[in-house]
């Protein structure tokens, strides 16, 4: 027989009385506290909340992609998912102007308390991080410390809530980038899946035609700057390296030249099928892969202005002194914001797509959906 239980109250389910008994940091009472600790305070728990539903969403897309066969429904999910990961970090930096509501001094009465702790000790941050496959050799040290890890440990380098989270989350593989790669290595390229014994020399041809068509694109390019400009013949010959750097740069990304020689097919061709699925997007059997691209660089570039306004806040509230933590404080901030890029490949796409009517042209068109010509 099943205990009867009265009905349920918004204030249980919520655990409303819980919830606010929390605001009071290492004081007995909030009472004992200013209106600004209080709403400094409020707000980390807030962002902390936030980031546990970031983290959800982020679990259920991995979980999708990391299948040998993702059905377009999946698809519609982990898209829907990844773009609430975007709006709630767009929230999250929408909290820094409460916080820059806040004088310097009034900060300064309490910010002693604080140290040494840091938002560098946000356990789920880093859980964010690590499952958004950061490369572990792109992390900037805090400060003293040798690993990030280091700053979770608890009193004379004990064991800590914090440090098992984030230990539990380096042991959860795959990381969304490297399940998302991993499907999109599988997109067919000109009618060719890497199963195919001849896929390397399709995709290697593709990958050359682009490339002709691209410096015929910037040909064309050049001679309409020469002939609008009047440039000196220092400028001309700056312009046309310019353009011959970024070639370059397009035949060494796709032909994947920067990763080990055992890495390097699989490289190039997810690196291929990337911007083969950005330059046909409109084709009916590309459209999702291409919406869940545009999902994953909305989320990434939500979490780069994230970082983007806590430094920005940072710096309006105390400038640039040290952080409580021991960081370069702001200098700090500005260099995860710049240096933190997960997704590399699909932005590196973005710099070389072209014009449609420069696309090679494409082979199979009945493949993808289309009725033949």
């Given at each position: 027989?099943?205990e009867?239980?009265?009905?349920?109250?918004?204030?249980?389910?919520?655990r409303?009385?819980e919830l606010l008994?929390?605001?009071?940091?290492i004081?007995?009472?909030?009472?004992?506290?200013s209106d600004d600790?209080?709403?400094?305070?409020v707000?980390?728990q807030i962002?902390?909340?936030w980031?546990?539903?970031?983290?959800?969403?982020?679990?259920?897309?991995?979980d999708?992609?990391?299948?040998?066969?993702?059905s377009e429904?999946?698809?519609?999910?982990a898209?829907?998912g990844?773009?609430?990961v975007?709006?709630?970090?767009?929230?999250?930096?929408?909290?820094?102007r409460l916080?820059?509501?806040?004088?310097t001094?009034?900060?300064?009465?309490?910010?002693d308390?604080?140290?040494?702790a840091?938002?560098f000790?946000?356990a789920q941050?880093r859980?964010?991080?690590?499952?958004?496959g950061?490369d572990?050799?792109?992390r900037?040290?805090?400060?003293h410390?040798g690993s990030?890890?280091?700053?979770?440990?608890?009193e004379?380098?004990?064991?800590?809530?914090?440090?098992?989270?984030?230990t539990?989350?380096?042991a959860?593989?795959?990381?969304?980038?490297?399940?998302v790669?991993?499907?999109?290595?599988?997109?067919?390229?000109?009618g060719s899946?890497?199963d195919?014994?001849?896929?390397?020399?399709v995709v290697r041809?593709?990958?050359?035609?682009f490339?002709?068509q691209?410096?015929?694109?910037q040909?064309?390019?050049v001679a309409?700057?020469l002939?609008?400009?009047a440039l000196?013949?220092?400028?001309?010959?700056?312009?046309?390296?310019r353009?011959?750097?970024?070639l370059a740069?397009?035949?060494?990304?796709l032909?994947?030249d920067d990763?080990?020689?055992a890495?390097?097919?699989?490289t190039s061709?997810?690196?291929?099928?990337?911007?083969?699925?950005?330059?046909?997007r409109?084709l009916?059997?590309?459209a999702?892969?291409?919406e869940?691209?545009?999902?994953?660089i909305?989320?990434e570039?939500?979490?780069?202005?994230f970082r983007?306004?806590h430094?920005?806040?940072?710096?309006?509230?105390?400038?640039?002194?040290?952080?409580t933590?021991?960081?370069?404080?702001?200098?700090?901030l500005d260099?995860t914001?710049?240096?933190?890029?997960?997704?590399k490949?699909?932005?590196a796409?973005?710099?070389?797509?072209?014009?449609?009517d420069?696309?090679?042209q494409?082979?199979?068109?009945?493949?993808?959906?289309l009725?033949?010509?």
């Open positions: 027989m099943t009867r239980r009265g009905p349920t109250t918004y204030w249980d389910y919520i409303v009385e008994a929390l605001q009071a940091g004081a007995p009472s909030e009472a004992e506290l600790e209080v709403r400094f305070i707000i980390h962002d902390e909340l980031m546990k539903l970031v983290l959800r969403e982020m679990v259920t897309a991995r999708v992609f990391r299948a040998d066969f993702v429904p999946r698809l519609h999910a898209c829907a990844l773009r609430r975007a709006m709630l970090f767009e929230m999250m930096a929408d909290h820094f916080m820059e509501t806040m004088r001094r009034a900060y300064l009465e309490f910010r308390k604080l140290s040494p840091s938002g000790q946000s941050l859980e964010i991080e690590i499952l958004f950061l572990e050799a792109q900037i040290p805090l400060g410390e990030y890890l280091r700053a979770l440990h608890g004379g380098g004990s064991d800590s809530p914090a440090l098992r989270r984030v539990r989350r380096r959860d593989l795959p990381s969304l980038k490297d399940a790669y991993r499907w999109l290595h599988r997109a067919p390229i000109q899946t890497p195919r014994p001849d896929d390397a020399q041809r593709w990958i050359e035609d490339l002709a691209q410096q015929k694109g040909e064309q390019r309409d700057v002939q609008h400009q000196t013949e220092a400028d001309v010959g700056r312009l046309r390296a353009y011959a750097q970024e740069l397009s035949r060494a990304q032909l994947g990763a080990p020689p890495e390097r097919a699989a061709r997810l690196r291929a099928a990337i911007l083969f699925i950005e330059s046909h409109d009916p059997l590309l999702w892969p291409a869940v691209i545009d999902a994953l909305a989320a570039q939500s979490m780069i202005v983007q306004r430094a920005r806040m940072v710096e309006r509230v105390i400038g640039r002194r040290v952080g933590g021991g960081s370069d404080g702001v200098d700090y260099r914001a710049l240096s933190y890029r997960v997704f490949e699909i932005w796409a973005r710099t070389m797509l072209m014009r449609s420069l696309d090679p494409l082979v199979g068109a009945e493949y993808y959906g009725r033949a010509e």
